[in-house]
Structure formats: structure tokens, C-alpha cells
């Protein structure tokens, strides 16, 4: 059951930073005033975030976690938000 333990740290881990992230994009909206960005400028940043997530996924999986699709989804997600505030 030690598997069923680290991945519940792990999806615990995740809904921080969603939480965190959430209180970011709060921030965020109130001194952006909703601009948006180019297509130019969101294809480059998802390239970076799939890059990113790349890396962690391996990473983790080498460690000998396996990453389902929902804690993949989530990480991208975080990571999209994470992006703008680096």
C-alpha cells in the first residue's frame, strides 16, 4: 500500500499548488485587467510548459512513480499558472 500512499502525497501535493495557484490568478487578475496574449506568445509558452512537464514525469517515473493522466492533466495545468509568476 506504500505505492497508494506516495501517490496520495503526490495528488495532496498537487491540490496545494492548485490552491496556491488559484490565489495567484486572483492576484494576478486584479493588476492585469484581463489582457490576453498573442497566439504566438501561448504557443511558446506551452511549449515550455510541455517541456517542463516532460522533465517532471520522467523524473518521477524513473524514481519509480507512475504518473496517471489526471496528475499529468493537473501538473500542466500548474504549471501553465506557475509560468506567468517565474
Known amino acids: ?3 497508494q500512499h ?17 490565489q495567484m490568478l486572483k492576484a494576478r487578475a486584479d493588476w492585469t485587467h484581463g489582457n490576453a496574449l498573442t497566439q504566438k506568445e501561448l504557443l511558446a509558452r506551452y511549449a515550455v510548459i510541455k517541456r517542463r512537464l516532460n ?26 499558472v506557475n509560468l506567468t509568476t517565474r
Open 1 to 3: 500500500m506504500e505505492t
Open 6 to 22: 506516495t501517490l496520495t502525497e503526490r495528488l495532496d501535493e498537487v491540490g496545494h499548488k492548485i490552491d496556491a495557484a488559484e
Open 55 to 80: 522533465r517532471e514525469i520522467a523524473d518521477l517515473e524513473a524514481h519509480g512513480h507512475h504518473v496517471t493522466a489526471l496528475e499529468a492533466s493537473l501538473r500542466e495545468w500548474w504549471l501553465s
